[in-house]
């Protein structure tokens, strides 16, 4: 079966840097997802690894490591806009390519 | 601009009603999925598509059945509305021609059974 952990709340200040974190077990590892999602809205793609290292994107990287079952989002540079969830997510080779999402870690930025 | 939508955006029934929820895109992806979304749970899988007529369950499909017709439509029904499926609904597509496969959300259904 598929089981992904992440932190129920973080909370930052603005300017700062904060990395979420994310464990996760899959049968057949095929990708790893990060979303943001603001309350009451719909989840929006962040970033996507499948390989072990680190994949930069502006203010956000994410990075994998496949035989520890473990990712990181980092944010740097925090804005007061980046207060959201953050989506962990597996896709899963078994069955059928579905993607699984944790439950999410919602990030309080303060001034 | 190509988008994916929901209706109805918020609902509220009652007990034992037939409900359906539809969405659509244009952006011409092939793959579609109905999610659901508690608090504390994250989203779940309910049903997901890959082409017309293809339907798989996902991982809590039980009270609910969709329909797929048409490549820019996946419809979603509950067939005997009960109060425990009243949560925040997404619809969500991708491509498979896309190396990563990301899925695009539409902006949710509140459903409320009372």
């Known amino acids: 079966g598929q089981n992904i952990d992440q932190p129920t709340e973080m909370t930052a200040t603005e300017g700062a840097i904060v990395q979420i974190n994310c464990t996760y077990q899959t049968s057949g590892f095929n990708g790893l997802f990060w979303y943001q999602q603001h309350a009451g809205e719909a989840p929006t793609f962040l970033s996507y690894n499948v390989l072990d290292g680190l994949e930069e994107k502006g203010r956000f990287s994410s990075f994998l490591s496949r035989s520890k079952g473990y990712s990181y989002l980092l944010l740097k540079e925090l804005q007061m806009k980046d207060s959201a969830s953050y989506l962990c997510?597996?896709?899963?080779?078994?069955?059928?390519?579905?993607?699984?999402f944790g439950a999410g870690t919602r990030l309080f930025v303060k001034a | 601009d190509a988008d994916v939508t929901q209706t109805p955006r918020n609902r509220i029934t009652k007990t034992g009603k037939r409900i359906m929820l539809e969405c659509s895109q244009t952006k011409g992806h092939d793959r579609m999925y109905w999610y659901r979304q508690d608090p504390g749970l994250g989203l779940r899988l309910i049903y997901y598509s890959f082409d017309v007529k293809d339907i798989n369950k996902g991982e809590i499909s039980d009270g609910y059945s969709v329909s797929r017709q048409a490549q820019a439509k996946f419809s979603l029904s509950l067939e005997s509305a009960i109060p425990n499926q009243t949560a925040l609904y997404f619809c969500?597509?991708?491509?498979?021609?896309?190396?990563?496969?990301?899925?695009?959300f539409g902006p949710g259904t509140r459903l409320t059974v009372l």
């Open positions: 997510a597996v896709r899963d080779s078994t069955g059928g390519f579905k993607t699984i």
């Open positions: 969500a597509t991708s491509d498979r021609d896309n190396p990563y496969n990301e899925q695009f």
